[in-house]
């Protein structure tokens, strides 16, 4: 078999040389070279102007001359009776292999390349351009609109099929479809109604990265309108990962190279004298392996990529790129420890490079070491003081570490360098909000969105940072929601999933961003969540289309089997949604009939992690992706799965978009409806739920028996401290108020005050948040309060700074009377302040959250200390403080009756009648 080498170009070859390479020391029957330039007489290279054809015609780009020109080259090579195949490529075309390696692979298959795509009803752009080219046809029947082909038009033709394009000519067809050369061929072989799976192999020759494309305006001939046009990347530059990838995705030509590219590594291995096979193949090894597993860690083919980092290692130890490289992986892999071992043999060969150091602090940030992250960060900026991406890094492990103030310096800092960029603009609007500048917050995701409209990570963030932290009034709470709810359905109605780059940036982006504030602004919230959960599991559908499929159903369980329940959660450690709900129910299920699967997408561990893992029948954690997640949960055929507090941390939204399982539910942890379609089941308390309260919640409302917990106090011991440590005054009133401070809302501000004139001299402890700003902000809104009534804030309210268990047991059991707060009640806080016997005092509201205390009294028979609106909750709070007495008496009867709210089995057995009955109408 002889290659015919056609090449369209516009003059010389961009690479000229490497060609002279790639043809040197053949023997001429084995290939021939024909070349059409636009400008012949520019033509200097030996190998093209030596092979210029007679027959010449002036050419233009995107017009029909293209395939004229196309189809001269093929009538003067088929003259040589020799010449078998026809590889058709233009001047920034190059050789990925040596010629033998191309020879063999055509004359191995035995057919055509050409690659082609048809109408695709999934891409609209693709319709919408392909419908505008298929009616400029000038015989619309020539081929129907629903098999109009689009092709690539560098191909390679057997003889058969170059004989076939020179036999039939209908260009004329042809003359007014703009790009006709990349629809000609195909759709004549379809005209001819030939069986084009026996003629041609549907498979692109030439690597083209359509991923980084490039946008110019064309002025169309014969008018003054404009036509924006999208070209593929060209490569000024050619790494060996561009290459591996080109070569292992089964190209072997490399597309749109310019002039100036270096293509030295494409010379070594193209010249066929210069290595045998044996060669060939530790050049691929030593030169491409490293490569090779990079581009299998952007594809998340973690463990293909760690075969070739060690195959890598083993061929050069001591080469820092691959150590460094490798250790990204690792990284990526949820092996912080290894990647920082490797990082270090790096450092050993390679201590001043900027890059391993901020990839090492990277590495330290995700294991929580948060000192030694900023200190290989700030080593790394010392050597690098100008790098952004350094800049960047140290502005995110500061936002891990809540240190608001230096993130936002370091976001600020990125962006006096690079005012277009849209990481620090998102970062420091993030800052921002958690600082309750809430505005300013909105300024940045705004140019963040300007600068990347595909990007709807920026979108998502700019709709939840529309509701404050902290709001300054009640009608700002009515705004906000009025806010969020149109940025919302903004963000709905525009995303547009069917965009590369929208996908890809998509692909992390469920989780990131939550409403989580949305459920402290006191309202329903089910329509709002309703349309936020629908997003997500969208995204994630276009995201992931296998796993959006329904997952096939476990087989029905056998007579003594146990139902397999499985237990989804960030907090398998000391955290609120542990010990409600989580751990009273893991611990209790009876495992004769139900057989218990943890998944823990956190990363604390601790003595209750231990306490977890002994729970479990098969416990999962540490696994580095999502796939890896949903394959684990998927391959374990559960029959239900329970996700508590989805909300509360990035994994669990990602997963819960997903059915895992014939049914799923979730349950407080954050206590408002999660909105995912995909969650049948809120698994919520009797006693705490409104009559209503089904209203509130997009899935079924289960009411569980009483709490719907098992609560089993935790044993901790209170630190040795008085009032004083505290900042606080042995001779004053105490009352404790130990919420979050986005929990209180501005409309109840005013019960403070209040107190305050109806118990006389006192002092209200609160404790403050990480950002000083939000302690600010908060201050000032109760200042407010305390004016109308003739006070000053300062001679009342006390901020006291985040306590461990041990102080924050002694906090409690210093103070008088905890102040439940209104419209978000407490529960483990309120737990805590019973186990102390503080008195508490409680205002239900309109919704289970609202409703926490409420209903522990309840179960308590304290409802003394319940007030039904504010003024009653005033006067009860008073109360407890001019009767010292009456205080004795409910602290007394807290002691005696504080038992009841512990432990209770009922609402265990009614979680198991709950699974039993879910699980068989699933089944049925």
Request: aromatic share 10%; glycine share 4%.
């Amino acid at each position: 078999m002889k290659l015919a080498f056609l090449f369209l170009t516009r003059d010389n070859h961009n690479q000229g040389q490497l060609w002279e390479t790639f043809f040197s020391g053949l023997s001429p029957e084995r290939y021939s070279i024909f070349c059409h330039p636009k400008f012949p007489d520019r033509v200097t290279q030996p190998f093209l102007k030596n092979s210029i054809i007679p027959e010449l015609i002036p050419t233009k780009h995107a017009e029909i001359s293209i395939v004229h020109a196309t189809r001269l080259l093929l009538a003067h090579a088929l003259r040589d009776i020799h010449n078998d195949g026809f590889i058709l490529l233009s001047e920034s075309c190059v050789p990925l292999f040596d010629f033998n390696r191309i020879y063999d692979t055509f004359a191995r298959n035995g057919k055509s390349f050409i690659g082609y795509s048809g109408v695709d009803k999934n891409k609209k752009t693709v319709i919408e351009e392909t419908v505008i080219r298929w009616r400029c046809l000038r015989n619309k029947s020539f081929v129907p609109l629903d098999k109009f082909a689009k092709q690539h038009q560098w191909m390679y033709l057997r003889r058969e099929t170059a004989e076939i394009f020179i036999e039939h000519d209908h260009t004329g067809i042809f003359e007014d479809v703009y790009a006709s050369d990349e629809h000609y061929f195909i759709n004549l072989l379809i005209h001819l109604n030939l069986p084009l799976e026996d003629l041609i192999l549907n498979r692109q020759i030439t690597f083209v990265n359509w991923r980084d494309y490039e946008e110019k305006i064309v002025i169309k001939q014969n008018s003054n309108s404009e036509l924006k046009v999208i070209s593929p990347k060209t490569y000024y530059s050619l790494s060996a990962e561009d290459v591996v990838l080109a070569r292992e995705t089964g190209h072997l030509f490399f597309r749109k190279v310019s002039e100036s590219c270096d293509v030295s590594l494409l010379t070594r291995l193209v010249d066929g004298k210069a290595c045998d096979q044996t060669e060939y193949e530790n050049e691929l090894a030593g030169t491409a392996t490293e490569e090779e597993g990079n581009i299998y860690r952007t594809q998340g083919k973690l463990e293909l990529a760690e075969k070739c980092f060690r195959k890598a290692l083993e061929l050069a130890p001591d080469r820092p790129e691959i150590l460094h490289n490798f250790g990204r992986l690792l990284s990526d892999m949820a092996k912080p420890e290894q990647a920082i071992e490797h990082y270090c043999k790096a450092l050993l060969l390679e201590p001043d490079s900027p890059e391993i150091l901020s990839d090492m602090a990277e590495a330290y940030k995700k294991q929580n070491k948060f000192n030694e992250a900023i200190a290989f960060g700030r080593k790394a900026m010392d050597l690098d003081p100008q790098n952004i991406r350094i800049i960047l890094i140290l502005g995110d492990i500061y936002t891990e570490q809540h240190q608001y103030e230096n993130a936002i310096l370091f976001y600020r800092l990125a962006l006096t360098l690079d005012s277009n960029s849209v990481h620090a603009h998102i970062g420091l609007g993030l800052m921002l909000h958690q600082q309750g500048k809430t505005a300013e917050a909105r300024n940045h995701f705004r140019t963040a969105i300007k600068l990347d409209p595909e990007n709807l990570s920026a979108k998502l963030r700019n709709c939840t940072m529309q509701i404050p932290l902290i709001h300054r009034s009640s009608e700002e709470i009515v705004q906000a929601r009025e806010n969020y709810r149109k940025a919302l359905e903004e963000l709905c109605r525009s995303a547009d999933l069917t965009k590369p780059a929208a996908l890809d940036g998509a692909r992390e982006l469920v989780g990131v961003s939550q409403p989580f504030y949305l459920a402290y602004q006191g309202e329903n919230d089910r329509e709002l969540q309703a349309m936020y959960g629908n997003l997500m599991v969208r995204i994630q559908a276009a995201c992931f289309p296998e796993w959006a499929k329904k997952p096939a159903a476990p087989p029905p369980i056998k007579s003594g089997e146990p139902v397999r329940v499985g237990i989804l959660s960030a907090f398998f450690h000391r955290h609120s949604n542990w010990k409600i709900p989580i751990k009273g129910w893991i611990e209790n299920l009876n495992r004769e009939e139900f057989q218990l699967y943890g998944y823990y997408t956190g990363w604390k561990t601790d003595e209750h992690t231990e306490i977890a893992k002994k729970s479990f029948y098969r416990f999962a954690e540490n696994l580095p992706t999502l796939e890896d997640w949903l394959r684990r949960v998927a391959g374990d055929r559960l029959h239900i799965l329970i996700i508590p507090g989805i909300g509360m941390d990035h994994m669990t939204p990602r997963l819960a978009a997903f059915r895992l399982a014939p049914v799923q539910c979730t349950s407080w942890g954050h206590p408002d409806t999660s909105g995912f379609p995909t969650i049948d089941y809120y698994l919520s308390s009797d006693l705490m739920e409104p009559e209503n309260g089904q209203d509130h919640y997009c899935e079924k409302l289960v009411r569980l028996p009483n709490l719907s917990i098992y609560y089993e106090p935790l044993d901790s011991v209170s630190a040795p401290v008085d009032r004083a440590h505290f900042g606080l005054r042995d001779d004053l009133p105490l009352f404790i108020c130990t919420q979050s401070l986005f929990k209180y809302l501005p409309q109840h501000d005013e019960v403070f005050p209040r107190i305050a004139v109806e118990t006389g001299a006192c002092q209200f402890a609160f404790i403050s948040q990480r950002s000083s700003a939000l302690g600010e902000r908060f201050l000032r809104r109760l200042d407010t309060a305390f004016s109308r009534f003739g006070l000053r804030v300062e001679d009342y309210v006390k901020m006291v700074p985040t306590l461990d268990p041990a102080h924050y047991r002694a906090f409690n059991q210093l103070a008088d009377v905890f102040l439940d707060s209104i419209g978000w009640s407490g529960c483990n806080t309120t737990m805590e302040a019973l186990a102390c016997d503080l008195p508490v005092v409680t205002m239900p509201g309109k919704l289970m959250r609202g409703r926490h205390t409420h209903a522990i009294l309840k179960m308590m028979d304290l409802g003394e200390t319940e007030g039904r609106n504010m003024d009653e909750y005033v006067a009860i709070a008073a109360r407890l403080i001019k009767e010292p007495d009456w205080r004795k008496e409910i602290s007394e009867k807290i002691t005696r009756n504080r038992h009841l709210a512990y432990r209770d089995m009922e609402c265990i057995r009614g979680l198991e009648d709950f699974i039993r009955r879910a699980v068989a109408k699933a089944m049925s």
